[in-house]
């Protein structure tokens, strides 16, 4: 036993999420769905990588597959924000983690909303994408002001403004670990091995 | 003694199979019963096995099947699948390859039991009562109907399940809803669930676990029931269930892999105690007569649009609802009856199963498909497909000017090249209604087998009532 767990690879660790700043991207459409983020005519792909370039594709890029000067990731002044402020109900829809994939690749490492989908959400945690959930009329407020710098906070779980208002979100005290250390969703469940035997015997026994 | 507390279905699932239970510092890990993988949400999971070094820790409890990404049309004069490009094709034979080298059992092109995972499972007898049941797929809910725990997982935890059977979980909130009094003729499981889903809206079940009760419930098939269940995750609901019964127990007696004999009475006896308790409470409770409902459809972007056939689109409060609008071409007042339609598709996991087609052709039967609408059956299973062509459903089909095509996903997700032109509009029996889900630009009424063929025979949206006279003067009197 003891040797062929020595011959694994060790387990990846992700790189750990302390904190975000940055000003904001603003797509204010409610239930944005993931065949908006990720069509699933991409979904072809055997890989995690590169999905990027297709997020939000049939809003991104008009049909001659120029980009269309209207959306706010082709404008200049949003390169390199790593927040999007998003209507209510953010990611409902498939459960393709493809969706998360393609927007962290697009640079995204948050999504503020006043609803996020489950399934997107237990995804988006999977893949450092910091799902953040306020009230509606604190990201109303916030839809207003792309352009002030916000500071996410995971060890304390606020979302700070520069005009020094702090609102709290709300984040399982498990993926705030896993997400501040760089745990390991699969290492961890691997360690239950016992557990998960014990379970296995006492269900074949009844 | 007046013993525990009564406890949901829900409750009952999830404590017998909690392997380590929750607590605030992490959620619980809860055991895997029956794991479904297709080709579209698995080939990272394997990598990640392969990265680690990893097998899968119960290869017997995995089965596979492709539907997604599979042609619909049969194999050309070469011999060769028609697949929409050459990644869908590499897509579909890297899972064949997976399971190879995993040890997993595929029901691959050639096996009769090939079919859209969440029609072929239920149908082998693998979905069963009590059961959690996991896919890397949002309509897992189906299996719900079974009196399952089965729910939508992404790529990352197909890796989870395969290496440990288990996942990570909190658990969900509990939302009853019940359907009380008698379908009108004309109305039916998919008119219920899109009526459902256009009352608690499309993020009404969010962080909850629905379970659909009540005489309406009980008074339908397996079938009716897994449409039912299908378009939970429309309302955002983490799964939807069905208690079982006496119809679940008559369809499990039918299936191949269920047990048999004596097994199967001792699995009766437990299934039978899952139902939820008398007096259990739900964290939610919602009440709908189902003589209110009629036949429903969508008018717009997504599944809480929906509207009666015959009810105007209401106005626009806000430029999201504007949108939506703008985007369908429709105008708040209008009804969708009267609409003009180009295309209309039949099938998926939602409504490709053999009543459904059965539906279809009893109205297609002796009537011919209005010239300028195409449209596509496409048979939720190989099963579904020969039990169709037994009955002679594909020769009613063809003869109303339809196209009668091979089991897969198709045009409700659009991978394998059956779309939806940009511009046309459709009426789909499958569960969303997304910009582009159907092609870019094509635009969607989601609504039921009858009222697709229906609209598909007069060339525009139509009410499916009229199908039933005997309804109409009964209600005049």
């Known amino acids: 036993m003891q040797s062929a767990a020595a011959t694994r690879p060790a387990p990846p660790r992700r790189d750990p999420l302390v904190q975000i700043v940055s000003r904001s991207v603003v797509l204010p459409q409610t239930n944005i769905d993931t065949d908006q983020i990720i069509p699933a005519r991409f979904l072809s792909t055997t890989t995690r990588e590169g999905l990027g370039r297709h997020a939000f594709h049939d809003w991104r890029w008009l049909a001659d597959g120029s980009p269309n000067p209207d959306f706010p990731f082709n404008r200049p002044e949003n390169a390199g924000r790593t927040i999007l402020l998003a209507g209510c109900n953010f990611g409902c ?70 005009d020094r208002q702090v609102f709290h979100f709300p984040l399982d005290d498990f993926a705030r670990t896993c997400l501040l250390e760089g745990v390991d969703e699969l290492g961890w469940l691997l360690a239950r091995e016992n557990e998960i035997r014990l379970y296995e015997e006492r269900f074949h026994a009844r | 003694m007046t013993g525990h507390p009564p406890k949901t279905m829900y409750d009952k699932l999830w404590d017998a199979h909690v392997v380590v239970p929750e607590s605030d510092d992490a959620p619980a890990v809860l055991y895997i019963d029956l794991h479904l993988i297709h080709e579209v949400t698995s080939p990272q999971a394997f990598d990640e096995l392969r990265a680690r070094g990893l097998r899968p820790r119960r290869p017997d409890l995995t089965k596979a099947t492709m539907d997604h990404s599979t042609p ?81 997982i992404g790529t990352s935890e197909v890796g989870h399940v395969l290496a440990t059977q288990c996942l990570l979980q909190r ?15 004309g109305v039916g499981a998919k008119d219920v669930i899109l009526h459902v889903i256009g009352k608690i809206g499309v993020g009404g079940g969010t962080g909850h676990v629905i379970e659909y009760r009540g005489p309406a419930v009980r008074a339908m098939d397996m079938e009716q029931r897994m449409t039912l269940c299908n378009m939970s995750i429309e309302a955002g609901a983490r799964a939807g269930m069905v208690a079982p019964d006496d119809t679940t127990f008559e369809w499990l007696a039918r299936a191949p892999r269920a047990p048999k004999g004596e097994a199967f009475e001792r699995a009766v006896a437990y299934w039978r105690s899952l139902a939820s308790d008398e007096g259990a409470e739900f964290d939610v409770e919602v009440h709908i007569d189902a003589s209110e409902i009629r ?6 972007t997504h599944p809480g649009t929906a ?39 039949v099938g998926s996991c939602t409504n490709g199963r053999l009543r459904d087609l059965r539906e279809v052709a009893g109205v297609l039967r002796g009537r011919r498909v209005a010239p300028h609408v195409r449209m596509l059956v496409v048979p939720g299973s190989e099963q579904v497909k020969r039990q169709a062509e037994a009955e002679g459903i594909h020769e009613v089909i063809r003869a109303a000017g339809a196209e009668w095509r091979e089991p897969g996903c198709s045009m409700c997700i659009a991978m394998n090249g059956d779309l939806v032109g940009p511009g046309q509009l459709a009426v789909s029996t499958s569960n969303r209604n997304f910009e582009g889900r159907q092609g870019p630009g094509a635009r969607t009424l989601l609504a039921s087998p009858l009222t697709a063929a229906w609209a598909a025979v007069n060339g525009h949206v139509a009410d499916p009532r009229e199908l039933f006279p005997s309804h109409e003067q009964s209600e005049v009197a």
Request: hydrophobic share 40%.
């Open chain 1, 93 to 162: 829809g498939s459960s393709r983690e493809h969706a998360p994939w393609a927007l962290r690749d697009l640079g995204l490492r948050a999504v503020v909303s006043s609803g996020i989908a489950d399934i997107f959400r237990n995804n988006a945690l999977k893949n450092g994408l910091l799902p953040v959930v306020l009230p509606e009329p604190v990201v109303q407020m916030l839809m207003r002001r792309p352009d002030d710098e916000l500071e996410i906070d995971i060890a304390t779980r606020e979302l700070r403004t520069p």
């Open chain 2, 72 to 152: 619909t049309l049969p194999p050309g004069p070469d011999g060769r699948l028609p697949y929409a490009s050459e990644a869908s094709e590499r897509q579909v034979g890297q899972l064949a390859r997976n399971c190879a080298e995993f040890g997993i059992e595929l029901f691959d092109f050639g096996s009769d039991r090939r079919g859209i995972v969440h029609v072929m499972a239920p149908e082998l007898g693998l979905t069963r009562p009590g059961m959690t049941i996991v896919c890397g797929d949002s309509h897992t809910s189906t299996h719900g109907a079974f009196g399952a725990l089965a729910f939508g």
């Open chain 2, 307 to 345: 509207i009666a056939v015959d009810a105007p689109i209401p106005p626009a409060n806000d430029p999201v609802a504007r949108k939506g609008l703008d985007y369908m071409g429709f105008q708040p007042g209008e009804t969708l009856k009267g609409k003009r339609v180009d295309v209309v598709f």
């Open chain 2, 295 to 300: 036949p429903t459809l969508t008018w717009g």
């Open chain 2, 171 to 185: 658990k969900a909130r509990t939302m009853a809803i019940t359907i009380g009094g008698t379908l009108a003729p």
